[in-house]
Structure formats: C-alpha cells, structure tokens
C-alpha cells in the first residue's frame, strides 16, 4: 500500500467514513486505484460541514421573502428600451472582443439521456437541414465573430467526469469545426459524493462511490482549479462570456450585453426574458437586501408569481435564463475558494443506487439520500454593480431539454426556423407558415452567412442573385 493510499484511507477512518474502503481487500489493483481517485476528489470536512448545516438540522431553512422586490433591468429596444443607449453598447462591447478581452465559456457537462440520445449533450443534432450538432452551431457563431473583429476567441468548455473523453474525440473529429485546436480548452466539472440520512458517504459498488457533478455552480471553482482562469489572465482576458449547452440560439459574443457589463462596472451580469405567464418555471431576478437574487420559482408563492403592476406586466417578470457575462477577476475571487466569497450548497433528496450487503447495487423506489450542488445565480449577490438586460425571448433562447413537448427537439426546430422567416421577412421577403407561425419550407442559415438581423440584411441585398425559399435550401 503506498504512502498515497494509506494517506486517504487514514483521513477517510478518521473522518468517520472508513466504511467506504469496507471491500478493500477484494479488490483488484485497478479497482482499488478507480476508489482512491474518486476519494481524492472528495473534500472531507466539506461534506461534513454540508450534513451538519443543510441535513442533520432538519428541514433546509426556506428562502426568506421579506423585503424582496423585483430587480431592475434595462428594457430591450423591441420593448422600449432606449435605442440609442444599446447602440453605443454594442459599440462598445464590439470594441472588447476586438481586443481581446472577451472568451466564451460553454457548460457543457450533461449528456442526452433525456433526450433519447447517447453520448454527450452538445453533440445532439438541432438545425433543421444540416442537422449540426450543438457544438457546431456555437463553434460558427464564434467564427462569424471572430470574422467581424478579426480576433481569435478562447473557447473553454466545462465537460464531466461522464463526457470528457467523448467531447474532446468528437471535436477531434470534426476538426474542431473550423476553429483552431489551440483556441478550444476543455476542463471537468466538480464532483460531490451522496450522503444518507446519517451523513454516510453512499457507495454505488464495491469500487464505486455515488459521486454527481457539483451543479453549474461549480463551473466558477471548476474554472479556476483548472486553471482555466489563470490562462485567461495571462492572455489579458477580462470578460466570460458564459452560456448553457443546450440553447442554439444563444448569442455567444453579445456586443451590446458586453459593452453594459463593462460600462456599468459589473463583475456579473445577467439576460432576463418576460415570464410567458405567471408560473413558467423560470427563477426571479429580485433585490433584496440591497443584493440582486435569483429566487426560484419553487421557492416564490404563486400568489407573489401572479401579482401584476398597474400597468398590468407580471410585477416578478424578469425569468433567469442562465446567460452571464462575469469578470475574470470575480470568478477568481468566488471560486478561488475564500470561505467569505464561497457559494452555498444547495441539497437535493434524491433515489441513489446503492450497494447491498450481498454486493448487488439496488436504486430504491424513495429517496434514500441526499446530492449538493450549487447554483451560478448564486454568485450575484457577490457582484459589484451587477446588470440584467433583457433579450428577446425568440432570438436568444430555445433550449433543447426533453425528448417531447416543451423546450425538445421539434420546439427548438420550429424556433429556428421562425427566427429566420423574420430576417427573411425584415429583408423583403415573406415564407409561408402554418397557423402557429411556423415555417411551412425547411431551410437553415449558417451563422457564417449571418448571426443578426442586421447582418443577414446586409448579406441578402448583396447576394447577385437571391436563391429560392424552399425546402432544403442552405445559406453559409
């Protein structure tokens, strides 16, 4: 046994969790090295500290609603906004990513099990013709960007212990879609083991222990245990632009929500679109306290959810939508692990597959312990001036989570396609569409012909001869 092992079986025995190496001599070498890394990963006195405030009392202390009010935001031009201001913005976060000073960052640490797919969650096919994956499309948006400001973009994308190998073979494969092995880091996510009812870390088999990620919060420590963060600094990166595997037609450089965050001073800023209607789960964008908060819709009652103002908005309307842009150097701060910065865990009563005493692993019919994660929104009350800026629900966001119905595959097909028909639509021309608004023709626009209205305006009155809107048709 090597000083290594005997080192972490020691802290595991004085920590009160030896059990977790009960079946250690039954192992075989490469089953005892697949235990000790995954207990190497786990910080003891945190997951003691975890039961002791968040299980062992009780009931998780409800989130406190006094003083809570709906946070401001700045109005989008569509709805109001001042149009001028967010041209200047945009001038000015153009400016940013032309110097360099924007990356983009990707949590992409899921896989596509609930939507009947195997394999990493941002290799799922979603455009209508050409059927690119999710990478795909981000990879071409940052090209078309990198094309406007002549700037290379630093990609860093959080994968997990599940997908990492999976993601990095499939951006080998594909040539890392056009952009440069260089430019792309990959990086996992933070694990945190399950605990029971008595604060026992729960073993999944004899050589496995009941790990799951830390939550997207994790991603801000996970950047900076990486080292993620320190090559950001060291390339005079400034800003992160961070954004969800999941939505293709999230805007990866945003030049007027850049130029906000930097001439506001913001550490971190937000998107917020209006809630469709009163009980959309979407979390609130709220102050408290003199904080900004994102409260989640489980924890806001439906009576505060369906208030209305005198001018007959929602009056808590502004939904999270998990859109950020953070400051290098908050991300340092928060996640660099400072007790005063920390973001708080958050529990989750869960059915875990456990090991049985004849050594099979059962997944019990009740909740049977407990996982910790934590939330990105749980940063903001952290931030110096922070900002949130509303966006246009059908230009920035369709994720793509269920195998049917809301927010699946067909929804954010239709989206996109919709999406288009109005560019088409701004230029001149009108494609047929059912009575829900949805394209009749299937046809796609590459972000590398436009990624904007105002580009594909531009690019549609220049083209000599303007192709035929019909099915199968592919402008890049």
């Given at each position: 046994?090597?000083?290594?092992?005997?080192?972490?079986?020691?802290?595991?025995?004085?920590?009160?969790?030896?059990?977790?190496?009960?079946?250690?001599?039954?192992?075989?070498?490469a089953q005892q090295q697949r235990l000790l890394n995954q207990a190497a990963e786990i910080d003891l006195e945190e997951v003691s500290r975890l039961f002791d405030t968040l299980i062992s009392g009780g009931h998780?202390?409800?989130?406190?609603?006094?003083?809570?009010?709906?946070?401001?935001?700045?109005?989008?031009?569509?709805?109001?906004?001042?149009?001028?201001?967010?041209?200047?913005?945009?001038?000015?976060?153009?400016?940013?990513?032309?110097?360099?000073?924007?990356?983009?960052?990707?949590?992409?640490?899921?896989?596509?099990?609930?939507?009947?797919?195997?394999?990493?969650?941002?290799?799922?096919?979603?455009?209508?013709?050409?059927?690119?994956?999710?990478?795909?499309?981000?990879?071409?948006?940052?090209?078309?960007?990198?094309?406007?400001?002549?700037?290379?973009?630093?990609?860093?994308?959080?994968?997990?212990?599940?997908?990492?190998?999976?993601?990095?073979?499939?951006?080998?494969?594909?040539?890392?879609?056009?952009?440069?092995?260089?430019?792309?880091?990959?990086?996992?996510?933070?694990?945190?083991?399950?605990?029971?009812?008595?604060?026992?870390?729960?073993?999944?088999?004899?050589?496995?222990?009941?790990?799951?990620?830390?939550?997207?919060?994790?991603?801000?420590?996970?950047?900076?245990?990486?080292?993620?963060?320190?090559?950001?600094?060291?390339?005079?990166?400034?800003?992160?632009?961070?954004?969800?595997?999941?939505?293709?037609?999230?805007?990866?450089?945003?030049?007027?929500?850049?130029?906000?965050?930097?001439?506001?001073?913001?550490?971190?800023?937000?998107?917020?679109?209006?809630?469709?209607?009163?009980?959309?789960?979407?979390?609130?964008?709220?102050?408290?306290?003199?904080?900004?908060?994102?409260?989640?819709?489980?924890?806001?009652?439906?009576?505060?959810?369906?208030?209305?103002?005198?001018?007959?908005?929602?009056?808590?309307?502004?939904?999270?939508?998990?859109?950020?842009?953070?400051?290098?150097?908050?991300?340092?701060?928060?996640?660099?692990?400072?007790?005063?910065?920390?973001?708080?865990?958050?529990?989750?009563?869960?059915?875990?597959?456990?090991?049985?005493?004849?050594?099979?692993?059962?997944?019990?019919?009740?909740?049977?312990?407990?996982?910790?994660?934590?939330?990105?929104?749980?940063?903001?009350?952290?931030?110096?001036?922070?900002?949130?800026?509303?966006?246009?629900?059908?230009?920035?966001?369709?994720?793509?989570?269920?195998?049917?119905?809301?927010?699946?595959?067909?929804?954010?097909?239709?989206?996109?396609?919709?999406?288009?028909?109005?560019?088409?639509?701004?230029?001149?021309?009108?494609?047929?569409?059912?009575?829900?608004?949805?394209?009749?023709?299937?046809?796609?626009?590459?972000?590398?012909?436009?990624?904007?209205?105002?580009?594909?305006?531009?690019?549609?009155?220049?083209?000599?001869?303007?192709?035929?809107?019909?099915?199968?048709?592919?402008?890049?």
């Amino acid at each position: 046994m090597t000083d290594t092992s005997a080192s972490i079986r020691n802290a595991f025995e004085n920590a009160g969790q030896g059990h977790v190496f009960a079946h250690w001599e039954s192992l075989s070498p490469a089953q005892q090295q697949r235990l000790l890394n995954q207990a190497a990963e786990i910080d003891l006195e945190e997951v003691s500290r975890l039961f002791d405030t968040l299980i062992s009392g009780g009931h998780a202390e409800a989130a406190s609603l006094e003083g809570l009010e709906p946070a401001p935001y700045e109005r989008h031009p569509a709805a109001g906004g001042d149009q001028a201001l967010w041209q200047e913005m945009a001038r000015l976060g153009e400016g940013a990513i032309r110097a360099g000073r924007v990356a983009a960052f990707t949590v992409a640490g899921g896989q596509g099990t609930r939507l009947g797919y195997d394999g990493p969650k941002g290799t799922f096919p979603v455009t209508p013709v050409k059927r690119k994956p999710l990478f795909q499309v981000f990879a071409e948006k940052l090209r078309a960007a990198q094309q406007q400001s002549g700037e290379t973009i630093p990609w860093f994308i959080m994968t997990s212990d599940l997908n990492h190998v999976a993601t990095e073979e499939a951006f080998r494969a594909a040539d890392y879609w056009g952009l440069s092995a260089a430019q792309v880091h990959f990086f996992k996510q933070g694990r945190m083991p399950a605990v029971d009812e008595d604060g026992k870390i729960i073993l999944e088999a004899t050589d496995t222990i009941a790990m799951s990620p830390d939550g997207h919060g994790g991603s801000l420590r996970a950047l900076v245990r990486s080292g993620a963060i320190g090559a950001m600094q060291a390339a005079g990166v400034e800003m992160i632009s961070y954004f969800q595997v999941d939505n293709p037609l999230v805007r990866c450089m945003d030049p007027a929500f850049i130029g906000f965050h930097l001439e506001r001073g913001s550490e971190m800023s937000s998107k917020m679109i209006p809630k469709a209607y009163p009980l959309e789960k979407l979390g609130h964008f709220c102050r408290q306290d003199g904080k900004t908060v994102v409260v989640e819709y489980s924890d806001l009652p439906e009576s505060m959810q369906e208030e209305r103002t005198a001018e007959g908005e929602l009056r808590f309307r502004a939904g999270s939508i998990a859109i950020h842009v953070l400051s290098v150097d908050f991300v340092a701060r928060v996640g660099g692990g400072d007790a005063a910065f920390a973001l708080p865990f958050h529990r989750a009563h869960k059915k875990i597959p456990t090991l049985q005493a004849d050594g099979s692993t059962v997944t019990p019919k009740e909740p049977n312990g407990y996982k910790f994660e934590m939330f990105v929104f749980d940063a903001l009350p952290f931030a110096r001036n922070p900002v949130i800026i509303e966006t246009i629900r059908d230009d920035d966001f369709s994720p793509v989570k269920n195998a049917e119905g809301k927010d699946s595959p067909d929804t954010c097909r239709a989206d996109q396609l919709k999406l288009w028909a109005r560019w088409l639509k701004k230029a001149g021309v009108d494609v047929p569409a059912d009575e829900e608004g949805v394209p009749t023709v299937t046809f796609e626009i590459s972000p590398l012909f436009a990624d904007d209205a105002e580009t594909f305006a531009e690019k549609w009155s220049a083209l000599a001869k303007k192709p035929a809107i019909e099915d199968g048709l592919y402008l890049e």
